[in-house]
C-alpha cells in the first residue's frame, strides 16, 4: 500500500489536440520537461494531431497534485 507522500516527482508536461468526433481533449502519449520544449515539438511538426482531431491544441501540466492547463 502507497503511503501519502512516498511518491514524489517533478512536474511534467503534455500536449493534447481537440478530438472533434468526442468533443472533448486528447492527450498525446509524450511528455516534456517544459511548456517550452512541448511548444518547440509542436512548431517542428514533431508531435501532430491524430487523424481524428484538429490542430487545436493545449499544455496540460501534471503534477502529483493534479492536471491543469498552462495559460
Not at 489536440?17 to 502519449?29: G, H, K, P, S
Not at 481524428?52 to 501540466?61: A, F, N, V
Request: proline share 7%; glycine share 4%.
Amino acid at each position: 500500500m502507497r503511503r501519502h507522500g512516498s511518491v514524489r516527482f517533478a512536474a511534467y508536461y503534455k500536449i493534447q489536440f481537440y478530438n472533434t468526433r468526442q468533443l472533448a481533449w486528447q492527450d498525446v502519449q509524450r511528455a516534456f520537461a517544459t511548456p517550452d520544449e512541448a511548444r518547440a515539438a509542436v512548431a517542428a511538426g514533431t508531435i501532430m494531431p491524430p487523424p481524428q482531431c484538429s490542430d487545436s491544441y493545449r499544455i496540460m501540466e501534471i503534477t502529483e497534485r493534479g492536471r491543469q492547463p498552462v495559460s
